[in-house]
């Protein structure tokens, strides 16, 4: 299982109460994982520094990302790219890339191994529901979706609703550094498994964005009788029973 993965299915679950009637004094956690585009490896080793979660380093070159991957030390630092050949996937992870993020029209499938890395696929554009439920059965670890910007509609929310419903992937949304609390409490409620920022978000910004996720509400438990579209706890949490800091077999 790659680190990307076991990191969303952390952040998917909920803070268990301390026991005991002693006040136990924690920073909040962040609602969704925090990612950053890095051009080059000078902007990964930043990323590193910066409380950072997950970074997409945007470099092709073989030996340019295994010099990023290496300076990122145990985060989910991953490859970015506009296509992906199954020659580039093995070069991508043996250089060390945890998994790769490549588009859904430019991804061979040959290039899609999870016994060697992660993979992220990004989608543009309208699927059919057929399509969709077909994605669920590849064991992607995440989707990377474009937020864009402008206000979100409800239309919009329906419709990344129904992507993480019927992949059952938790999403990786692109958004930009002036995103709001409540938008990124919509975003959580309706599958987002964290957002990643561009390349050249300045650190401030960066520090910015990862005090509003953690001021975003808490999932409320609702009643058995109401529906819930809040599907991101049931995409990571239902079922997990083994100890996410546990290696599986294999894992460096």
């Given at each position: 299982m790659s680190k990307l993965k076991k990191a969303i299915e952390r952040a998917g679950k909920r803070e268990s109460s301390p026991m005991g009637f002693r006040r136990v004094e924690q920073e909040k956690r962040r609602a969704m994982l925090l990612g950053l585009v890095a051009n080059d490896e000078k902007e990964a080793s930043k990323a590193a520094k910066l409380?950072?979660?997950?970074?997409?380093v945007a470099v092709n070159d073989g030996g340019k990302a295994a010099t990023a991957f290496a300076a990122l030390g145990d985060l989910a630092a991953g490859a970015i790219v506009n296509e992906l050949s199954n020659e580039d996937a093995v070069k991508l992870a043996v250089a060390g890339a945890d998994f790769i993020a490549s588009p859904f029209g430019a991804t061979a499938a040959t290039a899609v191994d999870t016994n060697r890395s992660g993979?992220?696929?990004s989608l543009d554009g309208e699927f059919d529901d057929a399509t969709l439920r077909a994605l669920a059965t590849i064991g992607l670890d995440a989707l990377l979706i474009d937020r864009g910007s402008g206000p979100l509609t409800l239309q919009a929310q329906a419709k990344l609703v129904r992507i993480a419903q019927?992949?059952?992937t938790p999403l990786l949304l692109q958004v930009e550094p002036s995103i709001a609390v409540d938008e990124l409490r919509v975003l959580r409620d309706s599958g987002g498994g964290g957002v990643i920022l561009p390349a050249g978000t300045a650190a401030s910004d960066i520090e910015a964005v990862s005090e509003r996720l953690r001021e975003v509400p808490?999932?409320?438990k609702r009643d058995s009788s109401s529906s819930n579209i809040a599907v991101l706890p049931s995409l990571l949490g239902g079922g997990h029973e083994h100890d996410d800091d546990e290696d599986d077999p294999g894992d460096e």
């Open positions: 409380g950072i979660d997950v970074v997409l993979h992220v696929i019927l992949t059952a808490d999932i409320r």
